[in-house]
């Protein structure tokens, strides 16, 4: 198995190495994996010898969020339907402080812990590839900043290297 996961112009020499170099070698089927770069499951031949199968795998990314909200999060119920993230206010059964759940979903995991501190902590996975996550990353930290509460995202892909960070007043002192 292959694997390119650069750019288009990476992918394209990519083909052509192995069309050239595994066309003498075997007819087996070769397995190339294109992270993002296309839109859905192509099957090609080339030569009538090798049978690339591109098959679109959008990389997961993680993401983290520190909210400064001593109080916990009283008051977003009337921002939450301007967010693109499917979320719902509940008070914790735990402390009593506002906090967010996730409805149901099957592009993204969400999960917040009600703290004990004065910082709420929330983290999870996106499904549908780096767009998908920071536009409704960006739509969660406008809200916050909305409600002037300091806050740090961090958007890691599927390798735990940072992407995007987005911020607002932290970090808090």
């Known amino acids: 198995m292959f694997r390119v996961s650069s750019s288009l112009i990476n992918a394209v020499y990519a083909l052509h190495f192995l069309t050239s170099a595994s066309s003498a070698i075997t007819p087996q089927p070769i397995t190339v994996y294109f992270l993002s770069l296309l839109s859905q499951s192509q099957v090609l031949n080339c030569c009538g010898v090798l049978r690339l199968t591109l098959i679109v795998r959008h990389m997961s990314n993680y993401f ?3 909210i400064y909200a001593p109080e916990g999060l ?4 009337s921002y939450l339907p301007k967010c693109l993230m499917v979320l719902q206010a509940y008070k914790s059964q735990y402390n009593d402080k506002t906090i967010l759940k996730s409805k149901i979903n ?4 969400w999960s917040m812990d009600s703290s004990d ?4 902590f929330a983290a999870g996975e996106f499904y549908n590839g780096a767009s998908d996550a920071i536009n409704k990353l960006q739509s969660l930290s406008e809200i916050l900043v909305s409600m002037n509460a300091p806050h740090q995202i961090l958007i890691d892909n599927e390798s735990s290297f940072l992407m995007k960070k987005i ?6 002192m």
Request: glycine residues 4%.
């Open 64 to 66: 983290s969020i520190e």
């Open 74 to 77: 009283t008051g977003i119920e």
């Open 106 to 109: 099957t592009d993204y995991e």
């Open 117 to 120: 501190t004065d910082k709420l």
């Open 167 to 172: 911020s607002y007043n932290w970090p808090v």
